[in-house]
């Protein structure tokens, strides 16, 4: 059973005081949270276990080598991949998407072949496909959504058409919390012989994500946005794929042969990893996904819904908050405004109360400006968020009006 108030408990984080208050971090999905094991995890590493990777011969190299290739189990385990070597660790969703830009797009896309991607994306899912439009001169479609923030699955179908190669979707939205149904998106865009990358960064959080069931050719997530140490990420894509692909970082240990005539390379997943990897973080990102296995994903999928509903009912009930986004399938992610108010100023005074939110675009420019907007407050919402959390973010907000 999820309990969050012993859950709690794990985030030693929780027990800082903000201007003399109680931290309400509504902040996950920019950076989540730790939880006391990841951070021991990491600290034990360091402190009596910590050696290079693959290479050396003796007991500490052996113990971290075992560590880290033990974190890739895990995560083929917690994604449902088919192997390992469908598993190659980055240092985040945005590398994770730029490799596959460098090695398969603009290695195998002709011109005239099409990338297709929705208006919801964060930049790491945008840019990167710019920049293989302008080196191959492809052409980068992109579907609306409706105006409430769903998915409007007519737009995206009219979008698809042969020359579709590959599509490049989020899983939710980071700005404003909306669920694609990714599945259904996967098979349609098969059916044109297009290839599906998912941005999972949000979506992986709170529900289970079986890239088995989903039949996606790529998948793309960051370990700080679950409940894991920053700096590492992961890519997966299937074998058959990573093989083909050529690496687009060179160096040390992702070579099979080396003479100074020519270089051979190895196979998936060690081609992708050039150099010393981040140790300490992957190992951190598997105790951060055995934290969350450990308390049942469908147990978090539960917390979620719950807490989401709540948050959403309180925010439309607050008649001087406009909410950017207002569809019901949606994760944990609210934008809002104040009218009258600059969201600046919103967000100083929640923090001398003790509340953590985000103001900006959230790098989703595009779809804050489609919005009719140049910024947004937005609260997200971890695990660990309860309903007294909310509670007092609808006090804080309040507590705004008082000063304008």
Known sequence: MFDVEKIRQDFPILKSKIHGNDLVFLDSAASAQKPKSVIDEVKKIYEGEYA???????????????????????????????????????????????LVAYSYALEFLQEGDEILISEAEH?????????????????????????????NKKEFEKC??????????????????????????????HSFGALVLIDASQYIVHNKTDVSDLN???????????????????????????????PHHFGGDMVENVTFEKTTFAKAPSRFEAGTPAIAQVIGLKAALDYMTNIGIDNITAHKSIITDYTYNALADLDFIKMIGTTKERGGVFSFIIKGIHNQDTAFI?????????????????????????????????????????????????KVKTFF
């Open 52 to 98: 290079n990777v693959h290479r050396g011969m003796y007991q500490l190299s052996d113990i971290a080598t075992y560590k880290f290739e033990s974190a890739r189990k895990t995560v083929k385990e917690f994604l449902n991949a088919k192997s390992e070597n469908e598993i190659i660790f980055t240092k985040g969703a945005t590398e994770s998407i730029n």
């Open 123 to 151: 930049h790491a899912n945008l840019v990167p496909w710019q920049f293989v439009r302008d080196k191959k001169n492809i052409t980068l479609r992109v579907f609306k959504i409706n105006d409430d923030g769903s998915y």
């Open 160 to 189: 698809l058409n042969e020359k579709t190669k590959l599509v490049a979707t989020t899983a939710m939205s980071n700005a404003i919390g909306t669920i694609f149904p990714v599945k259904d998106m996967v098979r349609k865009a």
């Open 216 to 246: 996606c050719d790529f998948l793309v997530f960051s370990g700080h946005k679950t409940y894991g140490p920053s700096g590492v990420g992961c890519l997966y894509a299937k074998e058959e794929l990573l093989n083909k692909m050529p």
């Open 350 to 398: 929640l923090d001398r109360q003790g509340v953590a939110i985000r103001t900006g675009t959230h790098c989703a420019q595009p779809l804050v400006n489609r919005m009719g907007l140049q910024g947004t407050i937005r609260a997200s919402l971890g695990l660990y968020n309860n309903k007294a959390d909310i509670d007092k973010l609808v006090a804080a907000l309040k």
